[in-house]
């Protein structure tokens, strides 16, 4: 069975801090387990692994820079990416919802998208490729950062700190936060049958390659 809390113990800070960015704005970070792994490596601080103040100090810095650089890349290159064949992330229809999306919604997305795997990736990604004004966009992307990276980690830290043996409950609780995690895009693929039939299709393609 993969262990987090082993990966987390053997990468110390520097590894928390990478992943974090990557996940927060790399488009190869999509996959990473950014909830997951801020919670345990709370629950480790709790156990004397890291010190809380500066492992929430680096995951928010990590959150803010990764967040940062997708911003640059959606501003700069992103609006590249949609002049090709459609795809499930690159498609045309896509852009124009961006720009009209995070106009009107953009502040309020740019926090909730921290706790929604994949999403978190790409909202920052689209809200340059959205022209989102910087200024605005950093503004809340300092307020998400701190609520997700210091929300998750103190959240581990705190149960470490005074529920007695819940290292023996600790995978169940990882599982269930990944679980709720994933759930709100779980059920927008459930409603939305265009995005669910883009897809299947994309992974089909990928088992082609494959």
Same mark, same amino acid.
């Given at each position: ?5 082993? $990966?987390?113990? %053997? #990468? =110390?800070?520097? =590894?928390? /801090? %990478? ?5 927060? !704005?790399?488009?190869? =970070? ?9 919670? /345990? ?20 810095? !990590? %959150?803010?820079?990764?967040?940062? &650089?997708?911003?640059?890349? =959606? ?7 949609? @002049?090709?064949?459609?795809? $499930? ?19 309020? /997305? ?7 795997? &994949?999403?978190? +990736?790409? %909202? ?10 910087? *200024? ?9 950062? !701190?609520?997700?990276?210091? !929300? ?9 700190? +005074?529920? #007695? ?17 994933? $759930?709100? @895009?779980?059920? *927008?693929?459930?409603? *939305? ?5 883009? $897809?299947?299709? @994309? ?8």
């Amino acid at each position: 069975m993969f262990d987090l809390p082993s $990966l987390i113990t %053997a #990468s =110390g800070y520097a =590894g928390v /801090t %990478a992943i974090v960015f990557a996940e927060s !704005g790399l488009l190869i =970070g999509f996959f990473l387990p950014g909830d997951s792994l801020l919670f /345990t490596a709370g629950f480790l601080a709790s156990q004397g692994v890291f010190r809380i103040d500066a492992l929430v100090l680096l995951a928010f810095l !990590g %959150a803010v820079a990764g967040d940062s &650089v997708g911003y640059s890349f =959606g501003y700069r290159i992103g609006r590249r990416l949609f @002049t090709k064949e459609d795809s $499930l992330f690159f498609h045309k229809d896509h852009l124009a919802r961006a720009e009209q999306f995070y106009m009107k919604y953009g502040k309020k /997305t740019i926090i909730l998208a921290r706790f929604l795997p &994949v999403i978190r +990736t790409f %909202a920052p990604i689209l809200a340059g490729v959205g022209r989102m004004q910087y *200024h605005v966009f950093l503004l809340y992307n300092l307020i998400g950062a !701190g609520l997700w990276a210091g !929300g998750l980690s103190l959240l581990g830290y705190f149960l470490g700190s +005074t529920v #007695s043996n819940i290292d023996q409950y600790l995978i169940p609780i990882i599982a269930g936060i990944i679980f709720l995690s994933f $759930l709100p @895009t779980i059920i *927008h693929f459930a409603r *939305h049958s265009d995005d669910r039939r883009e $897809l299947i299709k @994309t992974v089909k393609k990928l088992l082609r390659i494959a």
